[in-house]
T-cell receptor, first 114, second 113 residues
Framework: DQQVKQNSPSLSVQEGRISILNCDYTNSMFDYFLWYKKYPAEGPTFLISISSIKDKNEDGRFTVFLNKSAKHLSLHIVPSQPGDSAVYFCAASGGSGGSYIPTFGRGTSLIVHP | EPEVTQTPSHQVTQMGQEVILRCVPISNHLYFYWYRQILGQKVEFLVSFYNNEISEKSEIFDDQFSVERPDGSNFTLKIRSTKLEDSAMYFC???????????FGSGTQLSVL
């Protein structure tokens, strides 16, 4: 039961260009969405979040867009840097029953080439 | 910057043996979690812990699993009789509140032979 789906296991981008990571969810009760970044041999670290009352949240080079009608969110990284190379996890919470435990996707491995 | 610490980083055990994975959450955090990631799969929620009791658990967290906060700083996950399919990276996390972002440890790679 994949409530949070990241359909692209990997993405390769040239340094300086835009990286767009996509995430779809099936549970319409989700109302809080997060992106985490994970380097090898480290745990996931929080990157950016968005509440369902917004459709965009920006933090420096990172912007998250939320399309509630399509149950889709995306993370944009502009400009991409080699240090951004990591696995990016989409997570969502606030499902039926009011659970605030984040449900994670499988992750997308981003490689930014110099 | 405060961080969540997990030990050991790697644990190899024989099937049927008990293992205890240890975590030291960030000191002023109130909510504690265990997640795991089987190689190539998603990060799966196991259990959350608040006010010295389990607040939520997933279907994965069956009677073979238990959690404990024995001394106010450590947070442990015990697997009583390990199975091959328990092999995974186990992540501990903590947060200040229910809706707040989670801070993860570096994980314990458990290999059951």
């Amino acid at each position: 039961d994949q409530q949070v789906k990241q359909n692209s296991p990997s993405l390769s981008v040239q340094e300086g260009r835009i990286s767009i990571l996509n995430c779809d969810y099936t549970n319409s009760m989700f109302d809080y969405f997060l992106w985490y970044k994970k380097y090898p041999a480290e745990g996931p670290t929080f990157l950016i979040s968005i509440s369902s009352i917004k459709d965009k949240n920006e933090d420096g080079r990172f912007t998250v867009f939320l399309n509630k009608s399509a149950k889709h969110l995306s993370l944009h990284i502009v400009p991409s840097q080699p240090g951004d190379s990591a696995v990016y996890f989409c997570a969502a919470s606030g499902g039926s029953g009011g659970s605030y435990i984040p449900t994670f996707g499988r992750g997308t491995s981003l490689i930014v080439h110099p | 910057e405060p961080e969540v610490t997990q030990t050991p980083s790697h644990q190899v055990t024989q099937m049927g043996q008990e293992v205890i994975l240890r975590c030291v959450p960030i000191s002023n955090h109130l909510y504690f979690y265990w997640y795991r990631q089987i190689l190539g799969q998603k990060v799966e929620f196991l259990v959350s812990f608040y006010n010295n009791e389990i607040s939520e658990k997933s279907e994965i967290f069956d009677d073979q699993f238990s959690v404990e906060r024995p001394d106010g700083s450590n947070f442990t996950l015990k697997i009583r009789s390990t199975k091959l399919e328990d092999s995974a990276m186990y992540f501990c996390a903590s947060s200040t509140g229910q809706v707040e972002k989670l801070f993860f440890g570096s994980g314990t790679q458990l290999s059951v032979l």
